[in-house]
């Protein structure tokens, strides 16, 4: 069997020590996703807080610490598979996150979800700029070499 090895771009990022998060910033499709499941994760933590704090069976205005867990885990499970779509497979967040909960609050008061998305929306946004400016010299590069074949001057 031959090899075929060629550059996809993939960059590797340690997550707090716990594993590698491999993907290409600069690809077009996982910005797109990105920023869809960044939708998404919203709807579910709102979901989320709806949940937790409507009213029980007794009409009490809490769910019970058990509820509440469960209701946090399942939203994890639900973030946790948006961002398997959006950065692959082959990147485990259970691992990569050490096994936190993205729902839990970090010491800054924010969710981890959150700190995730903020610690990697300059990443994504950094690459999306690369591609696009890429495509705009290839763009002119090739508006020059059309002009010089047609014997235009600049």
């Known amino acids: ?15 707090n020590g716990n ?4 993907f290409n910033p600069s690809d077009p499709n996982v910005y ?9 994760i919203q709807k579910i933590e709102r979901e989320l807080i709806a949940e937790a704090s409507a009213p ?3 009409g009490t205005a809490q769910q019970d610490g058990a509820a509440a867990i469960r209701l946090a ?23 990569l996150l050490g096994g936190v909960n ?9 969710r981890v979800v959150t700190n995730l998305f903020a610690a990697l929306t300059p ?4 690459g999306a700029r690369q591609c696009a400016q890429h495509s705009a ?8 070499a059309n002009r010089a074949a047609r014997g235009v001057a600049k």
């Open 19 to 22: 594993g590698m998060l491999r």
């Open 137 to 144: 010299d290839r763009a002119v590069a090739q508006a020059k």
């Open 123 to 126: 990443i994504i946004e950094k």
């Open 102 to 110: 993205l729902m839990a609050v970090a010491e800054n008061g924010e």
């Open 73 to 95: 885990a399942e939203a994890d499970r639900r973030v946790k598979a948006q961002l398997n779509a959006v950065f692959g497979a082959q990147n485990d967040f259970d691992t």
């Open 56 to 58: 029980g069976a007794d």
């Open 1 to 15: 069997m031959e090899k075929l090895s060629f550059d996809t771009g993939i960059r590797e990022y340690d997550v």
């Open 32 to 40: 797109e996703r990105f920023f869809n499941a960044a939708d998404e």
